[in-house]
């Protein structure tokens, strides 16, 4: 049973218990307001549909959910930075933001990159290859996240995604727009307490390092997004394309994880802290499966 059938059929056994307590209420009444009950479950569930929204490709398929906040958290490639797809979505959750994920667009020969026009990971911006069917996958990917916002200026869009390089096996890297060297500093004095938050969900979660652009340098730029990608339209105020390493995408770690990107996202924006007490080198990349290019 979906939430939303949950809601109106709580709602309407309520009035189902209300109504034996008193037998001599209007059975005419009565009927009117148990049909104004299942009308709403009905409008509410009318009102989730159009929020979310999965769309089918010839090459694999989006899942998006409006923004929210002006936020909008992305994992482009969902299915190749493997559990990107879900971490998006629960960060997405944890913020009340909006996103989209996009699955497939992959296989064992190329990568179609969704958030840009190219095709190839691991390459250069020079040397990955403009195809048509490139082309059409990024066209669709702008306008549904373009669509997800209403066509207005997002306050803040984030992509997230995995690397899983020899040479920084535990960093997270931020490369951005619109975030100055001040507030780029500020996030990494309150990083450690971030990370302590993460290791409080789990206690065994890596020790990560953090490096954010414009006061780092970071191994994973984003440049050809930032050059011909969505990045580049300049449809955001400021973006934060993270690198997130394997040991902080296994099953085990995506609740902290999602925990933790979402504590950056609320102190880049300086939104209000979350409760998480509630809620319980250039090496070649490991294995095939992984993405990480400084492309990206």
Not at 54 to 61: K, L, P
Not at 75 to 100: C, E, F, N, Q, S
Request: proline share 3%.
């Amino acid at each position: 049973m979906s939430c939303n059938e949950k809601f109106y059929r709580k709602n309407i056994d309520s009035v189902t218990t209300f109504s034996k307590r008193d037998m001599g209420c209007d059975r005419i009444g009565f009927s009117a307001l148990r049909l104004s009950v299942v009308m709403l479950g009905i409008a509410w569930s009318f009102q989730s549909a159009v929020a979310r929204e999965r769309f089918e490709h010839a090459f694999g398929d989006f899942e998006t959910q409006s923004a929210k906040q002006g936020i909008i958290i992305a994992a482009p490639h969902g299915t190749y930075d493997i559990h990107t797809d879900v971490l998006a979505k629960d960060v997405a959750r944890v913020l009340g933001a909006g996103y989209i994920v996009a699955r497939g667009f992959s296989s064992g020969a190329s990568r179609v990159n969704v958030n840009r026009p190219t095709e190839g990971a691991g390459r250069t911006c020079e040397h990955e290859r403009r195809t048509e069917r490139a082309r059409g996958v990024y066209d669709h990917y702008v306008r549904l996240v373009g669509k997800s916002c209403n066509g207005k200026t997002l306050r803040l869009y984030v992509e997230i995604h995995g690397h899983t390089s020899l040479a920084f096996l535990n960093r997270l890297e931020i490369a951005t727009t619109g975030i100055t060297m001040e507030e780029a500093r500020q996030l990494k004095e309150q990083f450690p307490a971030f990370l302590s938050q993460a290791k409080a969900l789990y206690p065994a979660y890596p020790e990560l390092a953090l490096r954010v652009e414009p006061i780092d340098k970071v191994f994973f730029g984003a440049g050809c997004n930032k050059k011909i990608g969505y990045i580049s339209t300049g449809q955001m105020d400021r973006a934060l394309h993270m690198e997130i390493p394997r040991s902080a995408r296994t099953p085990k770690t995506l609740e902290a994880t999602a925990a933790l990107v979402s504590a950056i996202v609320r102190a880049t924006m300086n939104l209000d802290e979350p409760d998480f007490g509630s809620r319980k080198k250039k090496n070649p990349e490991a294995d095939e499966k992984s993405a990480g290019s400084r492309t990206r």
